[in-house]
């Protein structure tokens, strides 16, 4: 069974940078598109990124096009998402995910932007 532990989240002002990090065990995922989605309180779960695991194009939402970059580290089954310029509407938790037969998911972390 995969399983997928995000980290980095926390509390940033306006302007300011995080970078999450998304572990994978239990089965390498070196040929297969990862993913970073999130939900913020009272609001459905939406599409922030992905990656494929074999070209590594990657896809944004336009909400976050030209802030986030995401990336792989395939030898160490690791996904990064990187944030810049953060603003108090990306405040959400945060989810890995990726699709191996069926969907699997992380249980999350909270990023909030406030100042």
């Known amino acids: 069974q995969v399983q997928l532990v995000e980290s980095g989240g926390g509390l940033v002002q306006p302007g300011g940078s995080l970078r999450l990090s998304c572990a994978a065990s239990?089965?390498?995922?070196?040929?297969?598109?990862m993913d970073w989605f999130r939900q913020a309180p009272g609001k459905e779960r939406e599409f922030v990124a992905t990656?494929?695991?074999?070209?590594?194009?990657?896809n944004y939402a336009n909400s976050v096009k030209g802030r986030f970059t995401i990336s792989r580290d395939n030898t160490k089954n690791t996904l990064y998402q990187q944030m810049n310029s953060l603003k108090p509407e990306d405040t959400a938790v945060y989810y890995c995910?990726?699709?191996?037969?069926?969907?699997?998911w992380g249980q999350g972390t909270q990023v909030t932007v406030s100042s």
């Open positions: 995910h990726t699709r191996i037969g069926r969907s699997y």
């Open positions: 239990g089965r390498p995922f070196l040929t297969y598109a």
């Open positions: 990656i494929t695991g074999t070209s590594g194009s990657t």
